[in-house]
């Protein structure tokens, strides 16, 4: 079973931002936490990943919270393309990732 | 980021034959490869780990004698679906991360749609 827990879907008005929550209250020291999203039809594609600090890159940032139990991605400025499903999933490099139903975002115009 | 490709991208074939699918990874090498299978509106699900050289291992419910995997190399492994039933249609998708240089994520492939008719 997924370790994570995702509210099923989202609204996101487009050039908004989209924060998109994660529970994983279970977390073990050592594994990170990741996001992806699958856009229709498409393989799942990586967001960005972060153990205990916060992270931003390009596409978006990771703020986890002090004691690791949960965490926010955060799109700042949601386009109609980040219309997608979004997997939030704790492990480690070199393990198989496990997929829980993720959160269905919908960008609206 | 890595590439991952997967070859073909959608397949149709018919019941009683079988299957190959190819997931390479373009720009890296890696020992292990992940084969995951996802029904219409539901997630991912992962079928196999694919080690290079090795034998595969299997989730439980996965039969090892009808989903063949093979990763001859550190950039290839194939995914072989044999004697294909209808049931067997699905989004067919691979992952892999690098074995050497900066690691800590993986990458998924394009995925394989396959119809069996």
């Known amino acids: 079973d997924a370790k994570t827990t995702q509210p099923p879907s989202m609204d996101c008005a487009e050039g908004r931002a989209a924060n998109l929550p994660c529970n994983h209250s279970?977390?073990?020291?050592?594994?990170?936490v990741y996001w992806y999203r699958q856009i229709h039809s498409q393989g799942p594609q990586y967001i960005i990943h972060?153990?205990?600090n916060n992270e931003t890159n390009e596409m978006a940032s990771l703020i986890i919270t002090e004691d690791r139990k949960s965490s926010t991605l955060i799109l700042p400025h949601a386009t109609l393309r980040d219309t997608a499903v979004y997997y939030c999933i704790v492990g480690n490099y070199g393990q198989n990732f496990v997929f829980g139903p993720g959160t269905r975002l919908s960008v609206l115009p | 980021g890595a590439v991952v490709s997967q070859h073909p991208s959608w397949v149709i074939c018919k019941s009683g034959t079988s299957v190959k699918i190819e997931c390479r990874s373009l720009d890296f090498q890696a020992t292990t490869m992940f084969w995951y299978r996802q029904f219409p509106k539901q997630s991912l699900m992962l079928m196999a780990t694919s080690n290079e050289g090795s034998k595969a291992t299997y989730e439980q419910g996965v039969e090892k004698d009808k989903f063949l995997i093979n990763h001859a190399s550190l950039t290839l492994s194939t995914l072989t679906v044999t004697s294909a039933h209808p049931e067997d249609s699905s989004f067919y998708i691979c992952?892999?991360?690098?074995?050497?240089?900066?690691?800590?994520?993986?990458?998924f492939g394009p995925g394989t749609r396959l119809l069996v008719l």
């Open positions: 279970t977390i073990s020291g050592n594994e990170y």
């Open positions: 972060g153990l205990k």
């Open positions: 992952s892999a991360g690098p074995t050497s240089g900066p690691q800590e994520t993986q990458y």
